[in-house]
């Protein structure tokens, strides 16, 4: 039985199967209501399996909160890594959700939201009604719970900076949205000892979770191996960078989750509490954590030239960037130069025109320069040639005034051709905004050297690559990125040469 679920309806028979073998594979699909107790579980609930005439099945939690129940404590299916087709799909929809993901409602409002998706408040909320059963208010709020649950099991703060930080307006709509959700009080759900896996004071420790199989410390040292000092940092183990939140800048600290599960443990130093929600967000994002390995496995290890490298590496993700824009500025920073090249040029630019922490936390110094800083500031001394700094500017004036709209709600195909018409921007680098700015799971890289090595020793060629490998050709670059430099995803190896 594959994952993959038909889009806009929730096919009973084969949910109840998930349910009845408890497969985690459907966790963050879609979640079980059961009518003779009132909650709503994952998939992989160790609890008894309830008789199918029991239950009913909703595509988000918002939807089931809507129908009138509540979080199971058990299994806590507000913990479960998000549903992969939000990510896969490119319709208004799935654009729709990834911005409500990234805080848009909180932030802007669903007007906002709407605005941002090109459409009316009306028209948005007949889309996301019809498919989901829920206005985009009630998927917003099922998100502020889930930061509040958050706050509350790993925190010591008083009730009332829970409530404002996760985005409530008030004490009693915090309240009264806990109760609901979770069936029972915010000081309930609170553990005698928050639980805080051994963090520092002053951050917290949350764990990211993933559907298995997931590696990541090989997702972290991919990450590590491009890190730009000042920007991020690579001890070995864990991976830490500065995130550039709505509300001020950020430090996030990834590493493997101690008990060798399909997770990632980070510790997050927030310069506000209410930018939680946008931070897990984003590092989900960043390791590429809602994927569904099963279905891209499956897809890519048919291939007998992918099969080999699907069966050493399964499920291997697409490290992404927490911002697009960030990731469009890179990359061209990065076009023909090595992997150490890029990251002693990014280096420069982020302490030529990046906003300085209010106080440096271990290497880390700076965020990345946000599009107007960046159109603005004088790269003479970086090291870049005429035409690229040039490259440089255009892109960043073209973000900053949103002729290139790269945020997560963004039109992939429209945010390509924008891209595409910018002096010094090419297939190649527009393509890899796609991939890891846009985290786009079907995108190819044409020209790519390293592919062309890699599929040359597989005895094949971009032309088939451009079909056979569809809806998942991002996951078939990552393994034959792999097979062509090692050194970006196998620890003791030397070879640096990269492309990305």
Known sequence: MTTTLERGQLDVERCYRAVSSRDPRFDGWFVTAVHTTGIYCRPSCPARTPLERNVSFHSTAAAAQAAGFR???RCRPDAVPGSPEWDARADVVARAMRLIADGEVERAGVGGLAARLGYSERQLHRLLTGELGVGPLALARAQRAQTARLLIETTRLPMADVAFAAGFASIRQFNDTVRAVFGT????????????????????????????????????????????????????TTFSRVLDLPHGPAVVRLSPSPDGGPAVLARLRLSELRDLGVAVARCRRLLDLDADPAAVDAVLGADPALAPLVSGAPGRRVPAAPDADELAVRAVLGQQVSVAGARTLTARVVATAGRPLAEPVGTLTHAFPCPAALADADLSAVGLTGARRRT???????????????DPGADREAAHRQLLALPGIGPWTAALVGLRGLADPDVWLPGDLALRRSLTALGSSDTDAATRWRPWRSYAVLHLWALAVPALFTRGTTDERSPS
Do not use: I, Q
């Not at 609170?190 to 590696?215: I, M, N, V």
């Not at 960043?396 to 002729?403: D, S």
């Open 71 to 73: 979080a199971c404590r």
């Open 392 to 406: 440089v500017h255009t892109l960043a004036a073209a973000l900053a005034e949103g002729t290139v709209a790269l």
């Open 185 to 236: 009080t915010p000081s309930a759900l609170r553990p005698a000892t928050p639980r805080s896996d051994g963090g520092p004071p002053g951050w917290l420790t949350l764990r990211l979770a993933a559907r298995a199989p997931f590696a990541a410390d090989e997702v972290l040292l991919f990450l590590g191996a491009h890190a730009t000092p000042g920007l991020e940092e690579w001890d070995g």
